[in-house]
């Protein structure tokens, strides 16, 4: 059933009010001697004959006037009372009232249904209706001397007949306002706006005008619960309501009767000041008010009230409430220690989170204060990663033997369990509600924690946005009724934690971008080092490449003219000076090859082969032109290394300068080079490795060391290609080659290929 809108609660509440009030209207009216005596009592010209002859056509009524004058201190004794006297006596006012009265009691008592389950206390009603009209009686005289009293008694006395026709109208659904009210001691006529849709004082205002009543009863009936500061200025005679008013206070303080409206907002003192009256002639009124009501209570057919039995009932009835507030102070005193203990919760557990703490270390924190919270040995807590597909989250046992504490699974393992948990949620948005772990979540159990028991573990959603992220989880012998009335501290804990773990789960993201920003900057860094390192190289390529070719045309010349005049010159000086620009040119030949080497290096001519084998060709290159013979160079070959792609002369060749260059670290001495090989299985790369203990370089040297044309020997060095053409090669081939050194401590080359699946393979 959904909620209803406001316009939707306006139209049922009106609904009702009209029903209220067309019940109203079934009720039966005065009987024809009240409404024949208000006709006379109202006329100039009416005799106090036909007053008396009117009230004995009642027999009942007429024996009630006369122990009315008999009991008012007004001289006639019980001898010689007769209704005469009685009229003369009291006069017509007192008479109309008094009649009024006994006949609006007599009238809504038999309209009353005769249902034992209605449950009304008529007497308790009266007396306290009773109570209100005598207090009223004597606060008139204090209010306005010129009021007569008896119009204020009557006023006092019928100013809740609105209750009288509700009940009498609406026999169950008043029995329903009056045990709410009784359950939560509260003002009956919040409790009838909301079950009746209209409180007695509006339904006794129609019932008055239905019977014509007087306008100051009718008045008074209406507003007599209304703030005394705030009352229409066009009231017949406010007084009498606020009279009326404060006798209420003063009849419910005094616990006499029943009036069904428990809280008493202001008290009988603050109210009299406020009306100006001395707060001692409050009390006197007070203390006088039991021995009026056993006075004025024969009126009414309620001879048997004596003053000891309204005492003993005010007591009765102080105590019962005192019993019902104290079974609601313990109540609220329960609920507030449930509440305290959750916000000592939601304080350890804001102390617990840390803005760094992954998400397993939330879920952590919140499983252990929870059993601590709950005095629990199986708790847990997960959060379902959905942009990762994952489920994630820490359960607590009760030893570490039972299994694993911490816990992560792919969500397609248990897709249709994570499905039917967050169903249930999506079911009724609205309800936040403790659900049987064992039939919503069987996953929990079966992948996660089996030692826990299906049937007593139970579980709450964690909520954001209103979808569901995850769950608290916990065994209880308790089942989930007993945490009924702690679903809103359960939410704010739900919530809380939903926010906790979402938080980290985006801090954790944050951290791994940052992680993998950094990474791709020092890629990025090393790329773009290589790349410019590369652009040298392939510039330096260009120049020597046109140079080369501008350089060669006249050098051929130069050359050849000089080996000519050699040819034919006789005198051995100048012969000796043409063998040397000869000689000189021809050196100058072989610095052009190798530029246009380095320029244009040649397509490499790539075939499968095996990395032991170019690494032994290369080194026995070496030994054929090596100038320093006293270097030992040692191999260390992984097995199974896959085969590589690539030209083997230019490997070779490549191989040869590296081995050279390490050989030329040692300055002619004894010296040890290591030619190694292995697979780097994080890059996935075949490594050529050559190592030298010799002088290394540093932090300059290496800088420059792949440059064209440097070279760190001044006297005597060679051109500085060596390293420049080995790195064309490697690059032509699609490896690269990384250089590490340290002065005095040696220089390590590393050449990096990529292996070749499809003819080797890793074991």
């Given at each position: 059933?959904?909620?209803?809108?406001?316009?939707?609660?306006?139209?049922?509440?009106?609904?009702?009010i009209?029903?209220?009030?067309?019940?109203?209207?079934?009720?039966?009216?005065?009987?024809?001697?009240?409404?024949?005596?208000?006709?006379?009592?109202?006329?100039d010209?009416?005799?106090?004959?036909?007053?008396?002859?009117?009230?004995?056509?009642?027999?009942?009524?007429?024996?009630?006037?006369?122990?009315?004058?008999?009991?008012?201190?007004?001289?006639?004794?019980?001898?010689?009372?007769?209704?005469?006297?009685?009229?003369?006596?009291?006069?017509?006012?007192?008479?109309?009232?008094?009649?009024?009265?006994i006949?609006?009691?007599?009238t809504?008592?038999?309209?009353?249904?005769?249902?034992?389950?209605?449950?009304?206390?008529?007497?308790?009603?009266?007396?306290?209706?009773?109570?209100?009209?005598?207090?009223?009686?004597?606060?008139?005289?204090?209010?306005?001397?010129?009021?007569?009293?008896?119009?204020?008694?009557?006023?006092?006395l019928?100013?809740?007949?609105?209750?009288?026709?509700?009940?009498?109208?609406?026999?169950?659904?008043?029995?329903?306002?009056?045990?709410?009210?009784?359950?939560?001691?509260?003002?009956?006529?919040?409790?009838?706006?909301?079950?009746?849709?209209?409180?007695?004082?509006?339904?006794?205002?129609?019932?008055?005008?239905?019977?014509?009543?007087p306008?100051?009863?009718?008045?008074?009936?209406?507003?007599?619960?209304?703030w005394?500061?705030?009352?229409?200025?066009?009231?017949?005679?406010?007084?009498?309501?606020?009279?009326?008013?404060?006798?209420?206070?003063?009849?419910?303080?005094?616990?006499?009767?029943?009036?069904?409206?428990?809280?008493?907002?202001?008290?009988?003192?603050?109210?009299?000041?406020q009306?100006?009256?001395?707060?001692?002639?409050?009390?006197?009124?007070?203390?006088?008010?039991?021995?009026d009501?056993?006075?004025?209570?024969?009126?009414?057919?309620?001879?048997?009230?004596?003053?000891?039995?309204?005492y003993h009932?005010?007591?009765?009835?102080?105590?019962?409430?005192?019993?019902?507030?104290?079974?609601?102070?313990?109540?609220?005193?329960?609920?507030?220690?449930?509440?305290?203990?959750?916000?000592?919760?939601?304080?350890?557990?804001?102390?617990?989170?840390?803005?760094?703490q992954?998400?397993?270390?939330?879920?952590?924190?919140?499983?252990?204060?929870?059993?601590?919270?709950?005095?629990?040995?199986?708790?847990?807590?997960?959060?379902?990663?959905?942009?990762?597909?994952?489920?994630?989250?820490?359960?607590?046992?009760?030893?570490?033997?039972?299994?694993?504490?911490?816990?992560?699974?792919?969500?397609?393992e248990?897709?249709?369990?994570?499905?039917?948990?967050?169903?249930?949620?999506?079911?009724?948005?609205?309800?936040?509600?403790?659900?049987?772990?064992?039939?919503?979540?069987?996953?929990?159990?079966?992948?996660?924690?089996?030692?826990?028991?299906?049937?007593?573990?139970?579980?709450?959603?964690?909520?954001?946005?209103?979808?569901?992220?995850?769950?608290?989880?916990?065994e209880?012998?308790?089942?989930?009724?007993?945490?009924?009335?702690?679903?809103?501290?359960?939410?704010?804990?739900?919530?809380?934690?939903?926010?906790?773990?979402?938080?980290?789960?985006?801090?954790?993201?944050?951290?791994?971008?940052?992680?993998?920003?950094?990474?791709?900057?020092?890629?990025?860094?090393?790329?773009?080092?290589?790349?410019?390192?590369?652009?040298?190289?392939?510039?330096?390529?260009?120049?020597?490449?046109?140079?080369?070719?501008?350089?060669?045309?006249?050098l051929?010349?130069?050359?050849?003219?000089?080996?000519?005049?050699?040819?034919?010159?006789?005198?051995?000086?100048?012969?000796?000076?043409?063998?040397?620009?000869?000689?000189?040119?021809?050196?100058?030949?072989?610095?052009?090859?190798?530029?246009?080497?380095?320029?244009?290096?040649?397509?490499?001519?790539?075939?499968?082969?095996?990395?032991?084998f170019i690494?032994?060709?290369?080194?026995?290159?070496?030994?054929?032109?090596?100038?320093?013979?006293?270097?030992?160079?040692?191999?260390?070959?992984?097995?199974?290394?896959?085969?590589?792609?690539?030209?083997?002369?230019?490997i070779?060749s490549?191989?040869?300068?590296?081995?050279?260059?390490?050989?030329?670290?040692?300055?002619?001495?004894?010296?040890?080079?290591?030619?190694?090989?292995?697979?780097?299985?994080?890059?996935?790369?075949?490594?050529?490795?050559?190592?030298?203990?010799?002088?290394?370089?540093?932090?300059?040297?290496?800088?420059?060391?792949?440059?064209?044309?440097?070279?760190?020997?001044?006297?005597?060095?060679?051109?500085?290609?060596?390293?420049?053409?080995?790195?064309?090669?490697?690059?032509?081939?699609?490896?690269?080659?990384?250089?590490?050194?340290?002065?005095?401590?040696?220089?390590?080359?590393?050449i990096?290929?990529?292996?070749?699946?499809?003819?080797?393979?890793?074991?």
């Open positions: 059933m959904g909620f209803q809108t406001e316009e939707q609660l306006r139209k049922s509440k009106n609904k009702k009209e029903l209220v009030l067309h019940q109203l209207t079934s009720l039966p009216t005065l009987p024809a001697i009240a409404v024949r005596l208000l006709e006379l009592t109202i006329q010209d009416t005799q106090a004959k036909e007053v008396v002859t009117l009230i004995e056509s009642d027999p009942s009524l007429a024996s009630k006037i006369i122990s009315l004058a008999t009991n008012a201190a007004t001289g006639i004794s019980r001898n010689n009372a007769s209704l005469s006297k009685a009229v003369v006596l009291l006069g017509f006012d007192a008479v109309r009232n008094a009649v009024l009265s006949k609006v009691f007599e809504l008592q038999e309209a009353s249904p005769n249902d034992m389950s209605v449950t009304f206390d008529w007497s308790g009603f009266w007396k306290h209706s009773m109570a209100v009209a005598c207090a009223a009686k004597r606060i008139i005289k204090l209010l306005n001397p010129k009021v007569d009293p008896e119009e204020a008694f009557i006023c006092g019928l100013h809740d007949i609105g209750k009288l026709a509700l009940v009498s109208s609406l026999p169950k659904s008043y029995s329903r306002v009056i045990e709410l009210t009784e359950a939560s001691l509260a003002n009956i006529a919040d409790v009838e706006n909301k079950i009746l849709g209209v409180d007695h004082s509006i339904a006794g205002k129609r019932l008055g005008q239905k019977w014509n009543l306008e100051s009863v009718i008045e008074t009936i209406w507003l007599h619960h209304s005394i500061n705030a009352l229409p200025e066009v009231l017949t005679n406010p007084e009498i309501v606020q009279s009326v008013h404060l006798a209420d206070i003063i009849a419910r303080e005094q616990r006499i009767g029943y009036s069904g409206n428990h809280p008493i907002v202001d008290s009988s003192m603050e109210v009299a000041v009306l100006g009256c001395n707060p001692a002639d409050i009390e006197t009124i007070t203390k006088q008010l039991l021995e009501i056993g006075q004025r209570a024969v009126m009414l057919g309620l001879e048997n009230i004596e003053t000891e039995n309204l009932e005010a007591l009765a009835s102080a105590n019962s409430e005192l019993g019902k507030l104290n079974t609601k102070l313990s109540e609220q005193n329960q609920n507030l220690r449930i509440r305290s203990g959750y916000f000592e919760l939601l304080a350890d557990l804001s102390l617990a989170l840390k803005p760094t992954s998400v397993l270390d939330v879920c952590e924190a919140v499983t252990r204060l929870w059993a601590q919270h709950q005095k629990l040995k199986r708790t847990a807590v997960f959060l379902h990663h959905k942009d990762y597909d994952i489920i994630e989250g820490f359960a607590m046992l009760e030893s570490r033997d039972e299994g694993p504490t911490a816990f992560m699974l792919d969500s397609n248990v897709p249709e369990d994570i499905i039917q948990f967050e169903q249930l949620h999506q079911a009724d948005r609205r309800k936040f509600r403790i659900l049987p772990a064992g039939t919503t979540m069987p996953w929990f159990f079966e992948k996660v924690c089996p030692v826990y028991d299906m049937s007593r573990t139970i579980a709450i959603p964690l909520i954001i946005n209103d979808k569901v992220v995850g769950g608290i989880l916990w209880s012998d308790m089942g989930t009724d007993a945490y009924a009335n702690q679903l809103r501290e359960l939410s704010a804990l739900a919530s809380t934690t939903a926010l906790a773990l979402l938080q980290a789960a985006s801090q954790n993201r944050l951290v791994m971008m940052c992680e993998q920003l950094n990474h791709s900057n020092r890629l990025l860094h090393d790329t773009q080092k290589e790349l410019l390192s590369s652009k040298k190289l392939a510039a330096v390529g260009e120049l020597a490449a046109g140079a080369a070719h501008e350089i060669n045309n006249p051929s010349i130069i050359v050849g003219r000089s080996e000519w005049l050699m040819s034919t010159e006789e005198d051995p000086e100048k012969k000796d000076t043409l063998q040397k620009i000869s000689e000189k040119g021809n050196i100058i030949t072989d610095i052009i090859t190798e530029l246009m080497e380095f320029a244009k290096p040649a397509t490499a001519n790539q075939e499968i082969t095996e990395v032991s690494i032994e060709q290369a080194i026995n290159k070496y030994k054929e032109t090596a100038e320093n013979k006293n270097i030992d160079i040692q191999t260390k070959f992984t097995p199974n290394l896959p085969d590589i792609s690539a030209d083997k002369s230019q070779i490549a191989l040869v300068e590296l081995i050279s260059n390490a050989a030329q670290s040692y300055n002619n001495e004894e010296g040890t080079i290591t030619v190694a090989t292995n697979f780097d299985e994080l890059e996935e790369k075949v490594v050529i490795s050559v190592i030298d203990r010799g002088c290394g370089m540093d932090s300059k040297t290496l800088e420059k060391a792949t440059t064209p044309f440097f070279s760190a020997k001044k006297a005597g060095r060679r051109r500085g290609l060596g390293l420049s053409k080995s790195i064309r090669n490697i690059e032509n081939n699609g490896g690269t080659l990384n250089l590490s050194s340290k002065p005095d401590n040696g220089t390590i080359a590393k990096s290929f990529p292996p070749d699946y499809e003819t080797a393979s890793l074991n």
